[in-house]
């Protein structure tokens, strides 16, 4: 197969554990771009918590962002696509944690609220390592879930960050148990992400090689975590990292070196250049 587009998770899977972009990805990426190869990114992650990354990526145009919610485009700087969570669904989201102590972020436009006074915490929800990034470009609200109820139908994606594994699963198990009409997805170390029914990287990926005139099964796609599944299903070839969890590594065609030992560069010169 010619391969003609890669798309990239970004945490565990372009970035190194330090949060960063090793040299040998950056070269493979100016090279891929360099031989007329699309390179896009795949990512949970909001428009502004990517752009300080997408500086020192200017051969990456696109962005599937919020978990497949939006694919932006940062050169017009605009969304191409964009699905929000229905509007009655978020106050039933709202109760399905109630009592829970999980740390709340919401998603809309390129944007991401948190809750003010959780930076502290970070570490109570396996989140340390993101501090810098949410200082940089998050936007702290007093109280979340007054803030989900009065832009109900603005929010792309909804993420809890549990303290425990044990406790996402019982957050998980209401909203299943509820027949609540969304996508979930597991992420990072006990986190689980909401968006509207229909809504994965799988899908976004599906959309952006639509609107490029690539062949789906002429992408490539590399990832780590429970929300980049159905991406890598999709995928003409789906490439799991070294690191990525056991059913991403169940799922994958092919296996790569983990986030810190060049993985990216490895697909990058294995599969879409080869």
Known sequence: MDYQLIAFDMDGTLLDSSKGILPSTLDAIREA???????????????????????????????????????????????????????????QILDAWEGEDAMSEVFSGTEIFQPAGYLDRLGDFNLANFRETFERAANFVPDVRA????????IAKYNLHCRSTEMRERIRDRVVERGLDVEWA??????????????????ALEG???????????????????????????????????NASPDVLEAADVVVADNDHGGCAQAVRDYLLA
């Not at 300080?52 to 939006?70: F, H, K, N, Q, W």
């Not at 170390?189 to 899908?203: D, N, P």
């Not at 639509?210 to 159905?230: F, K, M, Q, T, Y």
């Open 147 to 154: 803030w989900a109820l009065a832009h109900a139908g603005e």
């Open 208 to 242: 952006l090689c639509r609107a490029l005139g690539i062949p789906v099964e002429a992408s490539i796609a590399v990832g780590d975590s429970g929300n980049d599944l159905d991406m890598v299903r999709r995928a003409g070839l789906g490439v799991a990292m070294g």
């Open 186 to 203: 597991y992420t990072e170390w006990a986190s689980l992400e909401l968006t509207a029914r229909g809504v994965s990287k799988g899908s």
């Open 33 to 91: 771009a360099a031989r007329d190869k699309v390179v896009a990114i795949a990512t949970g992650r909001s428009p502004s918590l990517i752009a300080s990354y997408a500086e020192r990526l200017p051969e990456v145009r696109y962005a599937i962002c919020i978990t497949g919610a939006g694919v932006y485009d940062f050169r017009e700087r605009r969304f191409v696509t964009e699905k929000c969570l229905p509007q009655d669904l978020v106050p």
